[in-house]
């Protein structure tokens, strides 16, 4: 018990002393002990990166997981301790809808065909990306975390200690100067006090005793100086070199960022290398697909015209022009891609309503027509150019229907 | 008067006509009046429609979330479209990513190994970023526009139609059924040109539909030239992050001499001097932690293709003989295996082999 409460007693002792030197150096009223240049250099230096590194971690882990609620749930997965289940990526998804539309729609048909091969690529991608955002994460993301949960925890806590060795410093400092001051005054007060005749005797002990006491609180207050100096020192080292330790830490995070960008090549050239094998596929395929598509659309328009009865054709009358119109602008824009297979940049549109050029840069347009349009760089992305013959001009995205 | 007439006549004779299908509607579904079923061809064709706006939207919806995958930004451009107007451009992942890498690199210093690379890293990162942009807006403009309006306009018009028919198809039963039930000859003679009349009518609306559906083969083409612009978007992007990503590569290719000079400063620092004089024991272990972490030797770095160095973090005692027991603080050297739980590891300290958990590591070169 008397041990608890003597140390107890002693910490409030300290702890108060702290608050009292800190609060008084608030108030300009005691003076502070300044690091050197160098370590406060090496102090911004290490807030620096730990405030950077922290940015890069979180705008990382964004960037392989853009999906906030996926985020939240891995992050509960890990405080729990648990596996985070194996999550299906976006092209995943996008793949096998992509195949089970094929298997519905006609896997023998051209665009069934080609949604089966599509499907395969992005399978592929979405497994590659799978890949990417586990290497990027092991290689990357656990370094700078262990870095910010252990060396740089280990750090913060040593700069605390130093804070608090200062001002253990700086408190005694204060007391000393207080010390030696009282001490002065005392001696003073005893050269004085022998002038005084008829209390000679009593006022020569008294002044006596005091500066002896005096001079015991000096003495006292110099040695607990000493010692605060050399745990103050003490600290100081241990934290320099923990901060001198942040360029090793640099360094682990240039590999470790070598690492990332060396799996995020992988990444793009395993879908690159995907995607040229699906262009290949679709580009063999191409021949094939594009006659039998034609003939296919063609046919099956003329019979039903020629089989339309006298009497159900004048009733007709107002809807088959809709039904016409349908045909016409995929059939033209067939021929037009077989006779004259389209400019690189340029393509076919059809026009979906009317439009009226609000200035001369614009291209007015009807309706139903079709048109040539491409883009320019730097345009505004809600605009593209349009030609029609000779006439040339602004047209917006929205009122068109782009073909080839 | 006559206007008020008129409209009490016309409202009267809809009444009846909906009452009418209404009946008729019943009838079928209780089992007591027949049922003019479509020809198997226009069936087909129904089905066909209908299997092709089903997938047309899954296929549009989950390319939505591959080229977003944030659905709050998501639902931020679908109200930006209702409103009618333009959505902010917003800096991407990417950009964003390699903003913060530039700005770290400058404020750690362009001059030293780390800050040069995060720069360099950045800037790449931005291009990504703006690849992926022309991603978006590509794929946006040749794939998903092109379904959106597919979904929204043509197979509208098919639904409307499809509708119609049902109508006619319902009118055309109801009269059956009235002639069949007609006595009088003056009721039949008028039952039967009115069966006649909505005969007609279902005739010629079951021919627009079917014209209608036959569209679907004209739709399939042209969703496949789309389906091939989104692969050729895809393949640009692709293409543009790969070489991106090469070049940078061969930027960062001097790695190796900015090793060996971050090595030679490491080496400078006096650690083994002060240790020894000044440091206590607790100090000697965080200090010790920090020092083990410093670079290995440049070969190692060299020589190790597809294996790396790995410190241990904490102790781990082996769960079977695949396993490989660890002691805190110690180097061993990794490697994955295909076809390996992604939490594994294969690890090897001189003779021993064995799997490890990857969080009880921190890899290191």
Known sequence: MDFNMKKLASDAG??????????????????????????????????????????????????????????????????LDRKVPSRVTNGELLAQYMAEAASELGPNTPYGKTLMKVSEAEKRLGAAERDFIHTASLSFLTPLRNFLEGDWKTISK?????????????????????????????????????????????????????????NDEVDKAEQELRAAQTEFD??????????????????????????????????????????????????????????????????????????????????????????????????????????????????KARVLYDYEAADSSELALLADELITVYSLPGMDPDWLIGERGNKKGKVPVTYLELLS | MNIMDFNVKKLAADAGTFLSRAVQFTEEKLGQAEKTELDAHLENLLSKAECTKVWTEKIMKQTEV???????????????????????????????????????????????AYGNALIKCGETQKRIGTADRELIQTSALNFLTPLRN???????????????????????????????????????????????????????????????????????????????????????????????????????????????SNNNQTSGTPVPYTLSNTIGPSAVASTGSLVITCPPNLSDLKDSSSTRKARVLYDYDAANSTELSLLADEVITVFSVVGMDSDWLMGERGNQKGKVPITYLELLN
């Not at chain 1, 922290?54 to 985020?71: D, G, H, K, W, Y």
């Open chain 1, 14 to 79: 300290i702890f108060f002393t702290r608050a009292v030197q800190f609060t008084e150096e608030k108030f300009g009223q005691a003076e502070k002990t300044e690091l050197d240049a160098h370590f406060e250099n090496l102090l911004a230096r290490a807030d620096s990166t730990k405030n950077w590194t922290e940015r890069i971690l979180r705008q990382t882990e964004v960037l392989l997981q853009p999906n906030p609620s996926a985020r939240v749930e891995e992050f509960l997965y890990e405080k």
């Open chain 1, 158 to 214: 040593e700069r605390r200690l130093l804070q608090n060795r200062r001002l253990d410093l700086d408190a005694c400092k204060a007391r000393l100067k207080k010390a030696k001051a009282a001490e002065a005054k005392a001696t003073c007060e005893g050269d004085t006090v022998p002038d005084f005749q008829e209390t000679r005797p009593r006022n020569y002990i008294l002044s006596a005793s005091a500066s002896a006491l005096w």
């Open chain 1, 234 to 347: 003490r600290q100081a080292e241990v934290t320099r070199l923990l901060l001198e330790g942040i360029s090793s830490a640099h360094v682990n995070h240039l590999r470790c960022l070598h690492e990332f960008v060396k799996s995020q090549t992988t990444y793009y050239a395993q879908c690159y290398r995907h995607m040229l094998d699906l262009q290949k596929q679709l580009g063999s395929s191409q021949g094939a697909i594009f006659p039998g598509t034609f003939v296919g659309t063609t046919e099956p328009a003329s019979p039903p015209l020629s089989s339309t009865s006298p009497t159900t054709t004048a009733a007709t009358m107002p809807v088959v022009p809709t039904g016409a119109g349908l045909a016409p602008p995929e059939e033209a824009a067939l021929c037009l891609e077989e006779v004259a297979p389209p400019a690189s940049g340029t393509r």
């Open chain 2, 66 to 112: 591959l080229l977003q995958p944030n659905p709050n930004a998501r639902i931020e451009e679908f109200v930006y479209e209702k409103l009618d107007r333009k959505a902010p451009s917003r800096i991407n992942n990417p950009e964003l990513l390699g903003q913060y890498m530039i700005d770290a690199g400058t404020e750690f210093g362009p001059g030293t």
């Open chain 2, 150 to 260: 597919f979904i929204e306009g043509d197979y509208k018009t098919i639904a409307k139609e499809r509708k119609l028919l049902q109508n006619k198809r319902l009118d055309l039963d109801a009269a059956k059924t009235r002639l069949k039930k007609a006595k009088a000859a003056e009721t039949k003679s008028s039952s039967e040109q009115e069966l006649r009349i909505t005969q007609s009518e279902f005739d010629r609306q079951a021919e627009i539909t079917r014209l209608l559906l036959e569209g679907i083969s004209s739709t399939h083409a042209h969703h496949l030239r789309c389906l091939n612009d989104f692969v050729e978007a895809q393949m640009t992007y692709y293409a543009q992050c790969y070489q991106y990503m090469l070049d940078l590569q061969k930027q960062l290719g001097s790695f190796p001499s900015n090793y060996v």
